[in-house]
């Protein structure tokens, strides 16, 4: 994820990391260049049509309400997997301060804190779908070859508490506040794999696509006439804003990524390390900072 204050005047014009523009270029410059044969060919033999300004305007119109729509919908997966794993964070952080009230044993708690941390990488592993991750090896070496490692974390947690259970190392009812707690860490991560699973209907991004290289290519007919030369540039400029709109809406709704524009996965992970760092005896890591404005 980007993180750095409003853009300036230089930002505006000098600033690429973060933006979609070197995704973009290629396309624009073809638009670009076709318009500029469009133009060269009017200007040489006029035999391309000269159309009227108010069809595209609607055309314009209608395009820009469907790209608005398919970015809010993008948004609102973007949002719902930051609050997802927002929940998460605070989840592990009630169960460390659950198992320090719950658990009387120092070697159940360690244990249990640990695996917490285990599943959060492997969660996060797996829906970057990451294999080989430094952090899955050092924490989860014996559970990558679950079917499932997030969930084999989680059932080697209830296995543990179940066995502190029967032999009365955790009471009753600390065994149902944590295995609860177990429950609302298993829904957020459920609801993590919905998004990841389920993309935006493949439909949207061809008609978006389509119908964005159709207007582009059109457009010149309605500007030949009035703009001349100017033309490509005003083609390119309507390109740019188009197609940039579709290409951030295709980065937002892929919100666990390893894009720019992703969610900082690595420093959610982080902090729930720091989080827990005390219940461990340990020194807390520092948290992750971003490198040139990006924080993965």
């Not at 389509?210 to 010149?220: G, Q, V």
């Not at 992970?269 to 219940?279: T, V």
Request: a positive charge; one cysteine or more; charged letters at 20%.
């Amino acid at each position: 994820m980007i993180i750095r204050d409003k853009p300036r005047l230089r930002d505006l014009v000098l600033a690429v990391r973060g933006s979609v523009l070197p995704h973009i270029l290629p396309n624009l410059l073809v638009l670009m260049g076709v318009t500029a044969a469009m133009v060269w060919v009017d200007r040489r033999w006029q035999v391309l049509p000269h159309a009227d300004g108010t069809a595209f305007t609607v055309f314009g119109i209608a395009l820009s309400l469907f790209l608005g729509f398919r970015n809010n919908a993008a948004y609102d997966r973007w949002w719902e997997a930051r609050k997802l794993w927002g929940g998460l964070l605070a989840d592990l952080r009630a169960f460390a301060r659950e198992v320090e009230v719950f658990v009387p044993d120092p070697a159940l708690r360690q244990g249990l804190l640990r695996q917490a941390l285990a599943f959060i990488h492997l969660h996060r592993a797996n829906l970057r779908r990451l294999t080989g991750d430094a952090e899955v090896l050092a924490r989860a070496p014996g559970l990558q070859e679950h079917p499932h490692p997030p969930c084999g974390a989680l059932d080697l947690m209830a296995r543990e508490l179940a066995a502190a259970r029967t032999d009365g190392r955790i009471d009753g009812f600390g065994a149902r506040s944590l295995t609860g707690r177990l429950a609302s860490i298993a829904l957020q991560q459920a609801g993590c794999e919905r998004i990841a699973v389920t993309p935006l209907p493949y439909v949207y991004s061809l008609l978006i696509y389509r119908t964005t290289y159709l207007y582009c290519l059109l457009l010149p007919l309605a500007l030949i006439q009035p703009a001349g030369w100017l033309t490509p540039v005003f083609v390119g400029i309507v390109a740019y804003v188009f197609l940039g709109l579709a290409e951030v809406t295709e980065e937002l709704s892929h919100p666990f990524g390893t894009t720019l524009n992703a969610l900082p996965l690595d420093a959610i992970c982080r902090a729930a390390e720091i989080s827990l760092a005390p219940h461990l005896g340990e020194t807390a890591p520092p948290p992750l900072r971003p490198v040139n404005f990006h924080l993965g």
